[in-house]
């Protein structure tokens, strides 16, 4: 089975993994607005590095629910 077939029946079953996904789409969209500056700030170079290091976590986490799916599907 595939990951992207597992993920869709992941968006289905299980409430993490689709908690997991808005979020990551969430910090996406932060990363896009702050992309759009020209300039950022001391404070928002931080934030943006925040965000980026939080968005590999839900990645992270993410491939980890679809590896457990993997483990009990054999």
Do not use: P, V
Not at 10 to 26: C, F, G, T, V
Not at 34 to 60: M, N, R, S
């Amino acid at each position: 089975m595939k990951d992207e077939e597992i993920a869709e029946i992941l968006r289905k079953e299980n409430e993490e993994y689709k908690r997991l996904e808005e979020e990551h789409r969430r910090l996406e969209q932060s990363l896009t607005e702050i992309g759009k500056k020209k300039y950022l700030t001391t404070e928002e170079e931080i934030e943006k590095k925040k965000i980026q290091k939080q968005k590999l976590q839900q990645k992270d986490r993410i491939a980890g629910l679809i590896r457990e799916y993997k483990k009990g599907y054999n």
